[in-house]
């Protein structure tokens, strides 16, 4: 390296935003900070410092605007949020309620419903109980008539075997008839 190449690279070297321990000789070009990657600060003229006021101005009442739309946006969140959550547990209440008086109407129903099957089945059960009374107040006149029951269940029965037996003693009487006077 020469004694030029030593200076112009030491010019290069030394520039705003470049720190002393930059200076040091890298092995390689590519440790070296770059200018455009430094932020470099440039001081700006008087005569543009009232423009910046009211630029700053500008911007202070541009974020005061924005913070109070925010706020407002928030507070108009907020009441609806409260609306909503109000009106949430109102709902919630009169479900409640719808289910409270449904589940009371059901049991009612329900209570009905038992009470009327009992009455049915005591009906029925009284139903039969006067059907029987009917039936045996009909057998109770039935006993009373002259001709019994049995003569109707028993009568034919009874004619039956009263024919065999006398079947049976014309039969013998006609043997005896035959052997004595014989054929």
Do not use: C
């Not at 470099?40 to 910046?52: G, M, Q, S, T, W």
């Not at 029925?124 to 109980?129: G, I, L, V, Y």
């Amino acid at each position: 390296m020469t004694k030029d190449q030593l200076q112009k690279e030491l010019k290069e070297k030394v520039k705003p935003g470049v720190k002393p321990s930059h200076l040091k000789r890298s092995k390689s070009l590519n440790d070296l900070p770059s200018q455009e990657s430094e932020e470099i600060f440039v001081d700006a003229p008087e005569e543009n410092a009232e423009e910046l006021k009211q630029k700053i101005t500008q911007l202070e009442d541009q974020i005061l605007e924005l913070r109070i739309s925010k706020l407002k946006d928030f507070g108009d969140y907020l009441e609806k949020k409260q609306t909503l959550k109000a009106e949430l547990e109102s709902n919630v209440n009169y479900g409640v309620k719808e289910i409270e008086r449904l589940e009371t109407k059901l049991k009612t129903i329900n209570r009905k419903k038992l009470e009327l099957e009992q009455k049915l089945g005591q009906s029925q059960s009284e139903k039969a109980r006067l059907e029987i009374k009917l039936i045996n107040a009909e057998n109770k006149e039935e006993n009373i008539t002259p001709t019994p029951n049995w003569w109707i269940d028993y009568g034919p029965i009874i004619l039956m075997v009263g024919l065999y037996f006398l079947s049976i003693w014309l039969l013998n009487k006609n043997a005896k008839y035959n052997n004595n006077y014989g054929n």
